[in-house]
């Protein structure tokens, strides 16, 4: 049997997981895509962990059922699969890579930060805007929570100074996309559910509506 502990935050926090990306096909699970299925185990992944450690026994399972859990924890087969994912949330990615990214926003999701920076700002953040509220520590644009974020700020910097130097016009939302290597699955890296608010993919789901800066003023 398998449990969320703490319920009541977990169920809260897969609860904004699931408002966030809405499948206008996925009246079930069964026939939600493949893309709005893999938003909703990253983002759970983020904010939750599961316990395979075989650690302190919880009170309401029984001897007989937690030797069994052990046993098959143990296997080699389970062990190579806890080690990857291990490895996988532990690696520094290149830019541009398909690892999914991390941010400072506690439980709060990247639409919820969107709506704060837009009040602050007075209109919608820029998507370098969004990416460094939300990877930075507080959101104060300079402790970086990671090297990969540290890395994707300063090619960001790096491809703002040159399109400044040929007299290029600067598209700060294109120019975010091509320094972290597009989109794939119809995920940009760095902006969790929002990438849908700034590009267009032509994907089958939708999400919560664009920052209104008019409608936050007056909260």
């Not at 402790?143 to 100074?161: G, P, W």
């Not at 600067?170 to 929002?194: H, T």
């Amino acid at each position: 049997m398998s449990v969320l502990e703490p319920s009541g935050p977990s169920s809260r926090k897969i609860r904004k997981i699931f408002e966030e990306k809405i499948d206008k096909e996925g009246i079930n699970w069964k026939s939600a895509s493949g893309e709005t299925k893999d938003f909703y185990y990253e983002e759970f992944m983020k904010q939750c962990i599961w316990d395979e450690t075989g650690g302190k026994k919880p009170d309401f399972v029984s001897e007989d059922s937690w030797e069994n859990w052990k046993q098959k924890w143990n296997t080699p087969k389970l062990q190579k699969v806890c080690d990857q994912n291990s490895k996988n949330r532990k690696s520094k990615a290149t830019i541009g890579g398909s690892t999914p990214s991390t941010h400072t926003g506690g439980t709060a999701t990247h639409y919820e930060h969107g709506k704060r920076l837009a009040r602050k700002l007075g209109r919608p953040p820029t998507t370098p805007e969004l990416f460094v509220h939300t990877n930075t520590k507080n959101g104060d644009g300079k402790t970086f929570i990671n090297e990969k974020s540290k890395d994707v700020n300063d090619a960001i910097q790096a491809k703002r100074e040159q399109l400044t130097q040929n007299n290029e016009t600067i598209d700060e939302n294109n120019m975010f996309l091509d320094v972290v290597g597009g989109q794939q699955k119809g995920r940009v890296y760095g902006l969790g559910s929002q990438a849908t608010q700034y590009y267009n993919f032509g994907s089958t789901s939708s999400s919560t509506s664009a920052f209104d800066v008019s409608q936050q003023n007056t909260a």
